[in-house]
C-alpha cells in the first residue's frame, strides 16, 4: 500500500509541475506579445526618460545616500545595509540606497543608479524578479 501512495504522489507532483510549466509558457507568450507592441514599447521609453530624468533631478540631494550604500558595501557593513529600502529592479540593476520606509516618511520614489551608473528614480515596488 505504501508504495501505491508514494507513487501517486509523484503523478501528482508530476501533474502539477507540468500545469505550472505550461502556465509559465503561456504567460510568457502574451508578455512578449505585449511587450512587442510598438505602443507598449513607446510607453516603456517615456517611462525610463521619465526615471532618468527625475534620478538626475534628485541627485544632489540624495548622493550622500549612495555614498552611504558605496560605503557599507566597501566596509561589509550588514547592520547598514540591512537598513536600507528592500526596493529593487533587479532586472535593470537598480538598488535604491535610501532608507527602508523611506516612500512613506519622505514620500519620495526609489533613488539609486542604474546598472550604466545613471541616477535613476522609480515608483513603486520593484520585485528583483521583474
Not at 521609453?45 to 558605496?70: H, I, K, N
Not at 550604466?116 to 521583474?130: K, R
Request: net charge negative; charged share 30%; with cysteine.
Amino acid at each position: 500500500m505504501t508504495g501505491d501512495h508514494g507513487e501517486e504522489q509523484r503523478v501528482q507532483e508530476a501533474v502539477r509541475r507540468h500545469g505550472r510549466e505550461r502556465a509559465f509558457a503561456e504567460a510568457e507568450k502574451v508578455i512578449s506579445a505585449l511587450m512587442s507592441d510598438p505602443g507598449v514599447r513607446e510607453a516603456g521609453a517615456q517611462v525610463e526618460a521619465a526615471e532618468t530624468e527625475l534620478g538626475m533631478e534628485l541627485c544632489a540631494s540624495l548622493q550622500p545616500f549612495q555614498d552611504r550604500y558605496d560605503q557599507a558595501v566597501r566596509d561589509g557593513d550588514v547592520t547598514r545595509l540591512a537598513g536600507i529600502c528592500p526596493g529593487k529592479h533587479g532586472r535593470w540593476g537598480r538598488i535604491c540606497v535610501l532608507d527602508d520606509g523611506h516612500e512613506t516618511s519622505m514620500e519620495e520614489p526609489h533613488w539609486g543608479r542604474n546598472s550604466e551608473g545613471q541616477p535613476i528614480a522609480w515608483v513603486g515596488s520593484a520585485p528583483d524578479d521583474w
